[in-house]
């Protein structure tokens, strides 16, 4: 079984809400450092949100104030919550662990090709104007 399964996403208008879950099994990853971050076909991917073992939150500008990422470590589970979204939301999002990373590292280096088996499936997440 993968280590990390998401379930969420989906299509909204814009203004509208989501929600992201990522359930993590074999490991108490969410213990640690999890991120989400998004991909657009053809460009790099960027770190959305992470989250470290202090609980220290970090975002990238453009999401602070909409997302909200949190966790569950007693379901090894971390979500993202994302309101007011808007069109350049779109995006597929994935889940990773990032270890013993601080949230501030994280969201710049989530995307390494290192962590690419600590991540979701991915989800679409579609924001229609």
């Known amino acids: 079984q993968a280590p990390l399964v998401q379930s969420g996403g989906g299509s909204v208008q814009a203004g509208g809400s989501l929600r992201l879950s990522c359930a993590a099994s074999?490991?108490?990853?969410?213990?640690?450092?999890m991120g989400w971050f998004r991909q657009i076909p053809g460009v790099e991917p960027e770190g959305v949100a992470a989250?470290?073992?202090?609980?220290?939150?970090t975002y990238i500008d453009s999401v602070k104030g909409r997302f909200t990422i949190s966790r569950d470590t007693n379901k090894n589970s971390v979500y993202l919550q994302m309101n007011g979204l808007k069109v350049e939301d779109t995006a597929m999002y994935y889940c990773?662990?990032?270890?013993?990373?601080?949230?501030?590292?994280?969201?710049?280096?989530?995307?390494?090709?290192?962590?690419?088996?600590?991540r979701g499936q991915g989800t679409q997440v579609t924001v229609s104007s």
């Open positions: 989250i470290d073992s202090d609980g220290t939150t």
């Open positions: 990773v662990a990032c270890g013993g990373m601080t949230a501030f590292r994280a969201l710049g280096e989530m995307t390494t090709e290192a962590l690419r088996d600590y």
């Open positions: 074999g490991y108490q990853y969410a213990d640690y450092c």
